[in-house]
T-cell receptor, first 114, second 114 residues
Framework: DGGITQSPKYLFRKEGQNVTLSCEQN?????MYWYRQDPGQGLRLIYY???????QKGDIAEGYSVSREKKESFPLTVTSAQKNPTAFYLC?????????????FGQGTRLTVV | AQSVAQPEDQVNVAEGNPLTVKCTYS??????LFWYVQYPNRGLQFLLK??????LVKGSYGFEAEFNKSQTSFHLKKPSALVSDSALYFC????????????FGGGTRLMVKP
């Protein structure tokens, strides 16, 4: 099946720890994105990448880091510098072009600080 | 910078009645517009998009949306609501130039009552 896979579905983090959320896609998409969703709020862009080994900060990048070593993978690390990391994290991917430009989303990872 | 507004946090409608979920946008140039639906603890599912052409776009599950350039709106509609349509709906915009990321509205919760 083609698609975008996030893991784990649920993640618990102790204060002061870094954690990494996985996002893998086999859609051959160039662009990948990380969004954060808080209860009752929309999606806010954390980071995005349009090509391997390159990525840009979104609206709320502080306290997060990413890498794009492979086209298929775009892991997100939530660092101890992120003061309020409890949220639902969504990864997405899309092609870059003028047609078929919708983004495809993974099923999300719910991160809870304990 | 682009932006999306969904003026209603929640829309309530009786089953069988028509529904409308509102969306207005601001973007430079021609917009690509999208609607997504989210069920609890799940990722976003693509419903429909406007790229160019006919202003009335038909999508999944009987949903449609009307693009109105003069009013910069892209309202989601369905002639007859189902209880199973109850979910969180997001409108998103992307500039008509390749490579730019989606900007989402804050979401509208649709409640369809039997």
């Amino acid at each position: 099946d083609g698609g975008i896979t996030q893991s784990p579905k649920y993640l618990f983090r102790k204060e002061g720890q870094n954690v990494t959320l996985s996002c893998e896609q086999n859609l051959n998409h160039d662009a990948m994105y990380w969004y954060r969703q808080d209860p009752g709020q929309g999606l806010r862009l954390i980071y995005y990448s349009q090509i391997v080994n390159d990525f840009q900060k979104g609206d709320i990048a502080e306290g997060y880091s990413v890498s794009r070593e492979k086209k298929e993978s775009f892991p997100l690390t939530v660092t101890s510098a992120q003061k309020n990391p409890t949220a639902f994290y969504l990864c997405a991917s899309s092609i870059i072009g003028t047609e078929n430009t919708e983004a495809f989303f993974g099923q999300g990872t719910r991160l809870t600080v304990v | 910078a682009q932006s999306v507004a969904q003026p209603e946090d929640q829309v309530n409608v009786a089953e069988g009645n028509p529904l409308t979920v509102k969306c207005t946008y601001s973007v430079s140039g021609n917009p690509y517009l999208f609607w997504y639906v989210q069920y609890p603890n799940r990722g976003l599912q693509f419903l429909l998009k406007y790229i160019t052409g006919d202003n009335l776009v038909k999508g999944s599950y009987g949903f449609e949306a009307e693009f109105n350039k003069s009013q910069t709106s892209f309202h989601l509609k369905k002639p007859s609501a189902l209880v199973s349509d109850s979910a969180l709906y997001f409108c998103a915009v992307r500039p008509g130039s390749a490579g730019n990321m989606l900007t989402f509205g804050g979401g509208t919760r649709l409640m369809v009552k039997p």
